[in-house]
């Protein structure tokens, strides 16, 4: 019987993602990396079996924009393990225009907190089965811009906004999956399932992909050593397997030090957190399982 540890990571393929499953996998873990790109993929199965080449790759392909996507790979990932040990939720997208994808949510909302949302949901059965097991999902300081939060606008909102609002609203997807975080652990409390999030810090690799001259100053700001993604890939891989973070539920820790951080204040009452679960179980709906609420 494969005795390994079993890790699902979604956004893997690039960035501090990719510098994450490079790390995990030299734990010796058995990896499930959710994906787009079947090149990147392939691209990434050849770097793990450079670095260690005993480490088994699963890979399980879907547009994390298109929750009918995310369905179906968690129940693609659920029929092929006996168990999960940790859930890496990790892919993000930081859009400077707003775009609608085809079920009708904007692109930012369902990549950054509706696919974490639902795929978690959607595993939460086999992964609280698991237990001891792990919850990881990244965040954002940048919660701290969010401004205000209101769960029933904030999930449905698809309004045109401009490059310089673009942050504002990444923040609140941000914050959003702060209060997922905390929300989840209150729910999961007691049966050995450590939920924790996460912000990575400045990261310069995928650095405002849609921004002009983004990939040059990305190169220079590499040369200088600011915004070292190896940062963000540490305290993903710190979560995900240092005991010391086992019996966490409900933090949320910066990159470098792994200090404590406060959710903003405006996303921090259980009042609030409790609202934006029930009105995203609500909106996803056609997705539940049915212990998920």
């Known amino acids: ?9 979604t956004g893997a393929t690039n960035g501090l993602g990719r510098l994450a499953a490079l790390d995990l996998a ?43 996507d995310v369905r179906r790979s968690a129940e693609q990932i659920d029929a092929h393990y006996p168990r999960i040990d940790v859930l890496i939720n990790n892919a993000g997208l930081h859009a400077f225009s707003q775009r609608v994808t085809s079920e009708g949510f904007a692109e930012m909302t369902a990549v ?7 795929l978690t949901n959607a595993l939460r059965d086999k992964i609280t089965a ?60 007691g049966t050995g399932v450590a939920v924790t999030c996460l912000c990575p810090g400045f990261n310069a690799t995928g650095l405002g992909r849609e921004l002009p001259l983004a990939e040059t100053l990305e190169k220079v700001l590499t040369r ?16 995900a397997t240092d005991p010391a973070f086992a019996g966490i539920t409900g933090g949320y820790f910066a990159a470098k030090t792994a200090r404590p951080l406060e959710c903003p204040e405006i996303g921090r009452s259980e009042t609030i957190q409790r ?11 056609d997705i539940r399982r049915p212990n998920s609420t």
């Not at 019987?1 to 990571?9: A, G, S």
């Not at 200088?224 to 979560?239: C, E, F, R, T, Y």
């Not at 609202?275 to 709906?285: M, P």
């Open 112 to 118: 950054n907190y509706l696919a974490p949302w639902a």
């Open 224 to 239: 200088l050593n600011i915004g070292n993604p190896q940062h963000g890939a540490d305290i993903i891989v710190k979560l």
């Open 26 to 68: 030299r734990t010796g873990a058995r990896l499930g990396i959710v994906a787009r790109s079947r090149h990147k993929a392939d691209t990434l199965r050849q770097e793990i079996e450079q670095v260690a080449p005993e480490t088994p790759v699963d890979v399980f392909f879907a547009d994390l924009s298109l929750l009918t």
């Open 1 to 9: 019987m494969d005795t390994r540890p079993v890790i699902v990571m």
């Open 130 to 189: 698991s237990a001891p097991a792990r919850i990881v999902t990244v965040a954002s300081r940048a919660s701290l811009r969010a401004g205000i939060i209101d769960p029933l606008k904030d999930l449905t909102d698809t309004a045109d906004f401009t490059r310089r609002e673009s942050s504002l609203l990444y923040g609140r997807t941000k914050l959003m999956d702060i209060m997922f975080t905390q929300e989840l652990g209150r729910r999961l409390e």
């Open 275 to 285: 609202a934006l679960w029930d009105a995203t179980a609500e909106l996803l709906h």
